[in-house]
């Protein structure tokens, strides 16, 4: 059984320091719901608070609708996985397993018979006498999550789990996990850096900066509809162009930029005068020329070949190059180093928004 979690008006301060700041959203029940965001933006700091380690300064914290102020987290209906799983080494698995049932008094047969329906669910049936020093990293990481599961959470928090893992493992682990998700319905509300975990796994994800919640929407809606420059810089790669809007209307808009006047889709309805910045991603560049305020002239800096695609870095107007990406067959002519090339997109693949802050500025 599954809970929503509610976030309403919270904020969390450490002396002077504002950690989170007045957010809110809601939760559902049974949603694989993601905080995404760099370092110190306060993504952990939720999570501490929904699971009662650490009171809100301001606003309320709901469970299943109910407020959880003064409630311990012993007494919350949540588990927590910690970033270095904090697995018992001198135990069995299936004494790692069932320690929370243990502590909460239930007989060994039941425990056991928990343990062996839990093994079961994360694909190590029969390891349950293993001690924890012979199991693999992913096994470890499963280990951890049915622990979590055996105490039947209404929600499960999890505090990137996954980045103690080497890529390909980090990889296969967010098919894993999320499958485990599906199948025993909870919600999982999960932190992590690393978008790709976020855009694979969640139903929905928030993307946090500076303690503030910047947007919160699944995927796809992240990716291509970015709510802020932040987002737009943050998730995925994205070519900035800073300019003045000379023109727009209600999808439209046009801004004047260091390689001329370009247009792209207007969500914000900016108007003429106002400061703002035209995102185009790497993968919506095409070589060669376009149609007018579409295309972008400049020198070649590099490439760099990844197997399926090859990166071409062109000078931009400022310190950050210009990234084109290229599909491995899709028949173009890489230009050399120092070859002045022109690049086009479709000004409905790319988004102006208004100027802010980008991401790792």
Known sequence: MSAG?????????????????????????????????????????????????????????????????????????????????????????????????????????????????????????????????????????????????????????????????DLKLRQHMRNELRAIQQQVGITFIYITHDQGEALTMSDRIAVMSDGVIQQVADGKTVYDNPDTPFVASFVGENNPFTGRVVSADATIAVIETAHGPLRGRNPKNLKAGDKAILFVRPESFRLGQGEAQATVAAETLSAAFEGNATHVFLKGSTKKDVTVTVARHGGNRIPAQGERAAIHYDPAMSVILPEGKLARE
């Open 5 to 165: 979690v509610e976030l309403d008006h919270v904020t969390v301060r450490f002396g002077q320091f504002t950690a989170v700041d007045d957010a809110t959203l809601d939760i559902k029940g049974g949603e694989f719901f993601s905080f995404l965001g760099p370092s110190g933006c306060g993504k952990t700091t939720i999570l501490r608070t929904v699971s009662g380690f650490l009171d809100p300064s301001a606003g309320k914290v709901r469970i299943g609708g109910q407020d959880m102020a003064g409630i311990g987290p012993n007494k919350r209906p949540t588990a927590l996985i910690f970033q270095n799983l904090a697995l018992f080494p001198l135990m069995t698995v299936s004494e790692n397993i069932t320690y929370g049932l243990r502590v909460r008094g239930v007989s060994r047969a039941e425990r056991m018979k928990k343990a062996g329906e839990l093994l079961e669910l994360i694909a190590l049936p029969g390891q349950g006498n293993k001690l924890v020093s012979e199991l693999s990293g992913g096994q470890k990481q499963r280990v951890a999550i049915a622990r979590a599961l055996a105490v039947q959470p209404k929600v499960l928090l999890l505090d990137e789990p996954l980045s103690a893992l």
